[in-house]
């Protein structure tokens, strides 16, 4: 894919960011802003910096937002000049509006002079100076914030960031490594780069992308979800989404969006945090079909078998039968032993033995319920071949995704192949019973039966 370059250069040196790198930079391509959700020193603003990077000659503008903050800090002083001549215009060389990667740390706790200017700034890419309305080169805003908003009149600044992307501390089996990764300098690496023609042509190129009635078909399911759940999406995010959908699409040189494509939604649907969980889950069972498997039956069945079986090797022979004296007297006569060949011999001659009509009887009933665990290995292994062969083929996808579809199809396959490894053990089980010398029994067991 011809974005891995940039996708790296954002990645290198840190840990577990991939979600968030791929995130930002697709924000970036869509013209789209994020919201990084996390605590203070998790990269966040070192991810609009490369970002910034990314692109050659592009103005970058950073501030920490707090409730004392005043407009001259973001937007630029009042021009003296124009105040002479009685216009009221801002001087903003260096300044948000002129910036087209800026990050706005503690964005939520800029007073209401402060986000109704940024509103209209982010949504129409435009800033009112004086009398003037003027374009803003803005390709991303990379807003942060411990929190999520909960004063309802934030709402409509939180919903202008269509991706929201939790950022939490490296985890404790990254630890080690967090304390021996140094971070990058320098410029980025000039395979990385995005030219602006780069990103007009990416954007044309994503308005010819079909939606496909597989993915409209998902979104239509993942809506049903949201109102089930009780999340609000607006309609404007639900075109913003598609759209999203859509340069992702197109950034694979693809012709339609692909259900894959999709990973992005517990981002962009998700309101709060703690429900990009629940959305995740959503994806991975709805689309990478990674979910437990349902052999419970199945896995009875074996289990009844395994007892049956140990209950006939060990059920002792006939009455008038007079092995289990003679198997006595062997013990006796080895000693604390049991390994004698002569305890086996007699061991063996101590039990019970089976007509071929009974043996038949059970192998057929074992091989019944092989040929059932067959069909769903077969499926099994299948599911998973093509899942994984998509999920690597798709470019964008998370590798710490990746390696979770990959883990739960592994051991889906692990489980079926371990029931037919047992069923196997079974069918020569029940074959390799001790036969009756003189088959002339037309005994023929009841079934096994266990709770389908």
Known sequence: MRWTAAIDELE??????????????????????????GPPGTAKSELARRLQRLLPGAHYFERLLTRFSVPEEL????????????RYERLTAGYLPSAE???????????????????????ERCFDNGQHRVDVPLVCLVGASNEVPQDESLHAFYD?????????????AHFAALLQTALPEGEAHPDAQLSSESLQALRAQAGRVRLGDEVIALLSAARERAKHTQQAVSDRRWRQTATLL?????????????????????????????????????FLQTVARATPLAIDGLE???AAFEQQLDVER???????????????????????????????????RAHRRYGALHIRARVAQVAEVQQ??????????????????????????PPSWMARIEAVHTQRCAQVDALAARLTELHEGFAALPRLAEDTSDFVPTPVSWQA
Do not use: C, Y
């Not at 069909?375 to 062969?389: F, K, N, R």
């Open 12 to 37: 290198r040196g840190l840990l577990q960011r991939d979600v968030a790198a791929r995130a930002l930079l697709l924000a970036a391509l869509a013209g789209e802003h994020v919201l990084l959700l």
């Open 75 to 86: 937007f630029g002083p009042l021009s003296l000049k124009a105040l002479e001549d009685d």
């Open 101 to 123: 990667v800026a990050f706005l740390d503690e964005v939520f706790k800029a007073n209401s002079a402060i986000l109704n200017t940024l509103l209209g700034l982010l949504h």
């Open 160 to 172: 202008r960031f269509l991706l929201r992307v939790p950022v939490m501390p490296v985890d404790d």
């Open 246 to 282: 859509q340069v992702q699409a197109a950034s694979r040189d693809a012709s339609e969006v692909s259900t894959w494509d999709t990973w992005l939604l517990p981002f962009t649907l998700a309101a709060d945090p703690d429900q990009v969980p629940g959305w995740t889950d959503w």
């Open 300 to 302: 009875r069945a074996v």
């Open 314 to 348: 060990r059920a002792p022979a006939d009455a008038q039968d007079d092995s289990a004296g003679k198997l006595a007297l062997a013990r006796a006569i080895a000693g604390p032993s049991s390994e004698s060949e002569l305890v086996r011999i007699t061991s063996e």
């Open 372 to 397: 059932r665990l067959g069909a769903v290995q077969d499926e099994v292994h299948a599911t998973a071949g093509v899942v994984l062969a998509q999920a690597r083929a798709h470019g964008w996808l």
